[in-house]
């Protein structure tokens, strides 16, 4: 079954630790993205990535880090979480240059994320 | 640069009632455009889309839509509503051609009503 998937679903954290979600797809998708989702404000991508090894800003990236060192896979790292990153996270992949039938993206269901 | 504007975050309805749901974007080039739907602690699932060819689609659970470019418009329609599409709906946008930089509109809440 095609999807992407997120981890973890819900995590509560301190201000200052350190921590990672993961996301991963099967689709062999080159291009993902993550988004933050907060009320009234839609989605907003904070980074993406057109292939392994390239990644760029989205419209909201501080205080945010990625790595895409496969294909498959697109973590967001928080080095230093502070209480305005307390937000719904989405993971996104689609093809980069989907032509066609082929152009949506995937999401994954989400990490709601709570930094106290 | 490419933006969606969704008219009114919040939607009401009665049951059976006509559902329309306003999407308008702006785009450098020719858009792919997007209607997703979330429903309540789920994540994002697409509805519709409109890529090239017909500019009416439809989608699923009976969504419909138009692609309007004098208007540049993509407005969501239902003709009769059901409480299960009480969710929050976006718009999207990306590109046509280059990459898949795909954005949204803040999102309307649909809310059905007996």
């Known amino acids: 079954e095609a999807q992407v998937t997120q981890n973890p679903r819900y995590l509560i954290t301190v201000t200052g630790k350190k921590l990672t979600v993961t996301c991963s797809q099967n689709?062999?998708?080159?291009?993902m993205s993550w988004y933050r989702q907060d009320p009234g404000l839609g989605l907003r991508q904070i980074y993406y990535?057109?292939?392994?090894?390239?990644?760029d800003k989205g419209d909201v990236p501080e205080g945010y880090k990625v790595s895409r060192k496969e294909k498959r896979n697109f973590p967001l790292i928080l080095e230093s979480p502070s209480p305005n990153q307390t937000s719904l996270y989405f993971c996104?992949?689609?093809?980069?240059?989907?032509?066609?039938?082929?152009?949506?993206?995937?999401f994954g269901q989400g990490t709601r994320l709570t930094v106290v | 640069a490419q933006s969606v504007t969704q008219l009114g975050s919040h939607v009401s309805v009665s049951e059976g009632a006509l559902v329309l749901l306003r999407c308008n974007y702006s785009?450098?080039?020719?858009?792919?455009l997007f209607w997703y739907v979330q429903y309540p602690n789920q994540g994002l699932q697409l509805l519709l889309k409109?890529?090239?060819?017909?500019?009416l689609v439809k989608g699923i659970n009976g969504f419909e839509a138009e692609f309007k470019k004098s208007e540049t418009s993509f407005h969501l329609t239902k003709p009769s509503a059901h409480m299960s599409d009480a969710a929050e709906y976006f718009c999207?946008?990306?590109?046509?051609?280059?990459?898949?930089?795909?954005?949204f509109g803040k999102g309307t809440m649909l809310l059905v009503s007996p």
């Open positions: 996104a992949s689609s093809l980069s240059r989907g032509l066609g039938v082929n152009t949506e993206a995937f």
């Open positions: 689709m062999n998708h080159e291009y």
């Open positions: 990535s057109m292939n392994v090894e390239v990644t």
């Open positions: 785009s450098s080039v020719p858009p792919y």
């Open positions: 409109y890529t090239t060819g017909a500019t």
């Open positions: 999207a946008v990306r590109p046509s051609s280059g990459y898949s930089t795909l954005t």
